[in-house]
């Protein structure tokens, strides 16, 4: 009954947002946040894997995946911080504020595992890491949601490109 319209996938956004801090026009924050995404996902299973199968090389992946995943997310954090503040546009979505915040609440979170591990990694697991590490999933995909919903539905921080029409390169030899 009150449904919102949809937008087509032509329709999904008339002008792309495109990424200043790039390399040769490729956005690097998207290139940067996969791996905090896999790292800091993959802390749960480890950590599950050390409670079921008691191989403390569990734990200590687990350690070690929570540094990987707090130190990529910390240098894509400053890529992404670079476009917000350099561009307007981002900082005008509501979408970007909330992918923001949603970072920031996954760096702290990582920052905290890393904090509760550090002493002993294999003691931390049981029942504080897991359960930290289990509430770090849910904010992995939440961040990684809204990331994706600002490239692919706003066209927020894509590939920049040149929006004027090309000419066909001659097929032969000029003429004179």
Same mark, same amino acid.
């Given at each position: 009954?009150?449904?919102?319209?949809?937008?087509?996938?032509?329709?999904?956004? +008339?002008?792309?947002?495109?990424?200043? @801090?790039? *390399?040769?026009?490729?956005?690097?924050?998207?290139?940067?946040?996969?791996?905090?995404?896999? *790292?800091?996902?993959?802390?749960?299973?480890?950590?599950?894997? *050390?409670?079921?199968?008691?191989? @403390?090389?569990?734990?200590?992946?687990?350690?070690?995946?929570?540094?990987?995943?707090?130190? +990529?997310?910390?240098?894509?954090?400053? *890529?992404?911080?670079?476009?917000?503040?350099?561009?307007?546009?981002?900082?005008?979505?509501?979408?970007?504020?909330?992918?923001? @915040?949603?970072?920031?609440?996954?760096?702290?979170?990582?920052?905290?595992?890393?904090?509760?591990?550090?002493?002993?990694?294999?003691?931390?697991?049981?029942?504080?890491?897991?359960?930290?590490?289990?509430? +770090?999933?849910? @904010?992995?995909?939440?961040?990684?949601?809204?990331?994706? +919903?600002?490239?692919?539905?706003?066209?927020?921080?894509?590939?920049?490109?040149?929006?004027?029409?090309?000419?066909?390169?001659?097929?032969?030899?000029?003429?004179?």
């Amino acid at each position: 009954m009150f449904r919102r319209k949809r937008p087509t996938s032509e329709q999904q956004f +008339t002008r792309k947002i495109p990424s200043r @801090v790039a *390399f040769r026009q490729h956005p690097i924050h998207p290139m940067l946040v996969v791996f905090p995404i896999a *790292f800091l996902a993959s802390v749960p299973a480890a950590d599950l894997a *050390f409670v079921l199968l008691h191989d @403390v090389r569990w734990a200590q992946l687990a350690f070690v995946l929570n540094i990987a995943g707090l130190a +990529t997310g910390l240098l894509a954090a400053a *890529f992404g911080l670079g476009d917000f503040l350099l561009v307007r546009e981002i900082r005008n979505h509501i979408s970007a504020w909330s992918h923001a @915040v949603v970072a920031v609440m996954l760096l702290a979170l990582a920052a905290a595992g890393v904090w509760l591990r550090w002493p002993d990694p294999i003691r931390a697991v049981w029942p504080w890491g897991l359960l930290l590490s289990s509430a +770090t999933g849910p @904010v992995v995909a939440a961040a990684g949601w809204l990331g994706g +919903t600002l490239s692919f539905r706003h066209g927020i921080g894509v590939y920049g490109e040149d929006h004027a029409p090309r000419e066909a390169p001659p097929d032969g030899p000029a003429e004179g």
